[in-house]
């Protein structure tokens, strides 16, 4: 039978066990730390999506409408979201709230999903020893204010991260920076780049820029993307252009100066008459087209006996460049960008004037030029002589105080910008401002991109560097999936499938042996 003081005693470690509990469980509301062993630190949001949650201040909700009665595989993204959800509320202050619905329990919860964008889908779940088809629901929106975003079904966890970050950033800005294509020179048409439009309407208002009748670029317009035009620019266009870059305006030239198609096997020089505006710039883009051993695979036919073979090979016109400037925040994490016949770029010009250039992105150690004559066969031999080059620059950025194009060159006007452009005002000298040039307009086009993310989260994030808004740029890659394992020799293969037949009986035989003795 206890004594009466060790039953005080008892009693008093059970207090201090239940309020050691307590005061562990308000902590953990207020201190967030979590071990994140992961190579990427893909379960840690980054230092941008803190300091987003930090600068909340005003409550932001979010709402997921997410089933309960899925499969495991739907669970652990549940799991996932919840995770991160917490993160996030710990970082904001209180700011941040959420709260997770099962639209299944009433049919007023649906149709509230519903309203907000949040449409039922149909999985396929194993009930009663047989595969059927369920109704569920796995999504998100974001209420802030009398504005809301919404993310309609999270399949999977990979960048859902960016996704939230970017929904807070566009909710809680009180502006939208507008970003422009410009228009009018057989550019591609904003549906041919659906997939960069969507990533870039994430953080910015996105809209086209038509020069014709010389209308300027409009001064609200933070960003201006050239984009594989195919017909010469007139001297006045040029002058708008570059009268928006002396006025603070920022530039990404993604020319073509050989246009190459892969289905014609064709290719033919391409004047756009743009030459002498980005040589003024410091930059000019060389009229070749460049090789690389690390390259993209083509589909061919080849002809076996009697049958027509469909056989992958490499083409080396189809650069896949990964050596980037891993210091720079635009390249330092993707894998690869596939370009579509790119050319090489000089920047040679820039340090005489002035400014500063610096090289994202250059071919392997193994790489070429094609000039003058350009033969577009996947099938025609290559020699190891096409392949001595290394690290010719396919994209660069420049920056500084650049000089008018026009300084000292006479602005041809036809009769229709003779009445609409006015030069007597002009600029000479520009404000401090940046400046994108690459030799190819084509790879971040949905057709032409070889299904490559990384090339739109490349164009993206120039975007984002251009506009003074990379901070979102450092989750864009961040990727969750399984990563494959190293390819190793059939030696280690045959040892590793031996230690793995070998050690586990051994061991139980050196227990038992230690426990007999």
Same mark, same amino acid.
């Given at each position: 039978?206890?004594?009466?003081?060790?039953?005080?005693?008892?009693?008093?470690?059970?207090?201090?066990?239940?309020?050691?509990?307590?005061?562990?469980?308000?902590?953990?509301?207020?201190?967030?730390?979590?071990?994140?062993?992961?190579?990427?630190?893909?379960?840690? /949001?980054?230092?941008?999506?803190?300091?987003?949650?930090?600068? %909340?201040?005003? $409550?932001? =909700?979010? @709402? +997921?409408? #997410?089933? *309960?009665?899925?499969?495991?595989?739907?669970?652990?993204?549940?799991?996932?979201?919840?995770?991160?959800?917490?993160?996030?509320?710990?970082?904001?202050?209180?700011?941040?709230?959420?709260?997770?619905?099962?639209?299944?329990?009433?049919?007023?919860?649906?149709?509230?999903?519903?309203?907000?964008?949040?449409?039922?889908?149909?999985?396929?779940?194993?009930?009663?020893?047989?595969?059927?088809?369920?109704?569920?629901?796995?999504?998100?929106?974001?209420?802030?204010?009398?504005?809301?975003?919404?993310?309609?079904?999270?399949?999977?966890?990979?960048? /859902?991260?960016?996704?939230?970050?970017?929904?807070?950033?566009? %909710?809680?800005? $009180?502006? =939208?920076? @507008? +970003?422009? #294509?410009? *228009?009018?020179?057989?550019?591609?048409?904003?549906?041919?780049?659906?997939?960069?439009?969507?990533?870039?309407?994430?953080?910015?208002?996105?809209?086209?820029?038509?020069?014709?009748?010389?209308?300027?670029?409009?001064?609200?317009?933070?960003?201006?993307?050239?984009?594989?035009?195919?017909?010469?620019?007139?001297?006045?266009?040029?002058?708008?252009?570059?009268?928006?870059?002396?006025?603070?305006?920022?530039?990404?030239?993604?020319?073509?100066?050989?246009?190459?198609?892969?289905?014609?096997?064709?290719?033919?020089?391409?004047?756009?008459?743009?030459?002498?505006?980005?040589?003024?710039?410091?930059?000019?883009?060389?009229?070749?087209?460049?090789?690389?051993?690390?390259?993209?695979?083509?589909?061919?036919?080849?002809?076996?006996?009697?049958?027509?073979?469909?056989?992958?090979?490499?083409?080396?016109?189809?650069?896949?460049?990964?050596?980037?400037?891993?210091?720079?925040?635009?390249?330092?994490?993707?894998?690869?960008?596939?370009?579509?016949?790119?050319?090489?770029?000089?920047?040679?010009?820039?340090?005489?004037?002035?400014?500063?250039?610096?090289?994202?992105?250059?071919?392997?150690?193994?790489?070429?030029?094609?000039?003058?004559?350009?033969?577009?066969?996947?099938?025609?031999?290559?020699?190891?002589?096409?392949?001595?080059?290394?690290?010719?620059?396919?994209?660069?950025?420049?920056?500084?105080?650049?000089?008018?194009?026009?300084?000292?060159?006479?602005?041809?006007?036809?009769?229709?910008?003779?009445?609409?452009?006015?030069?007597?005002?002009?600029?000479?000298?520009?404000?401090?401002?940046?400046?994108?040039?690459?030799?190819?307009?084509?790879?971040?086009?949905?057709?032409?991109?070889?299904?490559?993310?990384?090339?739109?989260?490349?164009?993206?994030?120039?975007?984002?560097?251009?506009?003074?808004?990379?901070?979102?740029?450092?989750?864009?890659?961040?990727?969750?999936?399984?990563?494959?394992?190293?390819?190793?020799?059939?030696?280690?293969?045959?040892?590793?499938?031996?230690?793995?037949?070998?050690?586990?009986?051994?061991?139980?035989?050196?227990?038992?042996?230690?426990r007999w003795r």
């Amino acid at each position: 039978m206890k004594s009466p003081l060790n039953r005080q005693q008892t009693i008093l470690r059970v207090l201090l066990a239940l309020g050691l509990i307590v005061v562990l469980n308000v902590a953990g509301l207020r201190v967030f730390k979590r071990f994140d062993l992961t190579q990427d630190k893909i379960y840690t /949001l980054s230092d941008a999506s803190k300091n987003l949650a930090r600068s %909340l201040d005003d $409550k932001f =909700l979010v @709402k +997921v409408y #997410f089933s *309960s009665d899925l499969p495991p595989e739907y669970q652990n993204n549940k799991r996932y979201l919840n995770d991160q959800l917490d993160e996030y509320r710990a970082y904001a202050g209180g700011n941040f709230q959420y709260e997770f619905i099962d639209p299944s329990k009433k049919e007023e919860l649906k149709q509230e999903a519903q309203r907000y964008g949040i449409p039922p889908v149909q999985i396929q779940v194993l009930k009663e020893d047989r595969m059927q088809v369920q109704e569920a629901y796995m999504g998100l929106v974001f209420l802030y204010g009398d504005k809301q975003e919404h993310l309609p079904v999270v399949q999977s966890t990979s960048n /859902l991260e960016y996704e939230i970050s970017s929904s807070i950033k566009k %909710l809680t800005s $009180k502006e =939208l920076k @507008k +970003v422009g #294509f410009l *228009s009018g020179h057989g550019e591609p048409s904003l549906q041919q780049m659906s997939r960069l439009q969507e990533m870039l309407s994430k953080q910015y208002s996105v809209t086209t820029v038509d020069l014709s009748g010389g209308k300027a670029v409009p001064a609200d317009i933070a960003v201006l993307l050239v984009v594989a035009p195919d017909k010469p620019f007139k001297s006045w266009e040029k002058f708008l252009i570059d009268q928006y870059l002396m006025k603070g305006g920022r530039i990404a030239f993604l020319l073509n100066k050989v246009n190459a198609s892969l289905q014609s096997q064709s290719a033919h020089p391409l004047n756009l008459e743009i030459d002498d505006l980005l040589e003024s710039y410091g930059v000019r883009v060389n009229t070749d087209l460049v090789r690389d051993v690390s390259c993209a695979y083509v589909t061919v036919s080849q002809q076996a006996g009697f049958m027509v073979m469909q056989n992958q090979v490499p083409f080396y016109y189809l650069p896949s460049a990964s050596e980037f400037d891993r210091t720079s925040p635009i390249v330092k994490d993707l894998r690869s960008v596939t370009l579509y016949f790119a050319s090489s770029i000089d920047t040679s010009l820039a340090r005489p004037k002035g400014l500063s250039a610096r090289v994202l992105v250059k071919t392997s150690t193994r790489s070429g030029r094609a000039e003058n004559v350009f033969v577009i066969n996947p099938t025609v031999p290559m020699t190891p002589d096409m392949f001595k080059e290394a690290g010719i620059p396919l994209a660069v950025t420049v920056e500084g105080g650049f000089m008018s194009a026009f300084a000292s060159t006479p602005i041809v006007l036809d009769s229709t910008a003779r009445n609409s452009i006015d030069t007597t005002g002009r600029f000479v000298t520009g404000k401090s401002s940046k400046i994108v040039a690459m030799g190819d307009g084509d790879f971040l086009q949905d057709q032409l991109s070889g299904g490559n993310k990384d090339n739109f989260i490349f164009a993206s994030n120039l975007v984002d560097w251009l506009a003074d808004d990379i901070g979102l740029a450092s989750i864009r890659a961040r990727d969750n999936s399984s990563k494959p394992l190293d390819e190793v020799g059939e030696g280690t293969k045959t040892l590793l499938k031996g230690i793995n037949l070998a050690v586990p009986p051994l061991l139980v035989v050196f227990v038992g042996f230690v426990r007999w003795r």
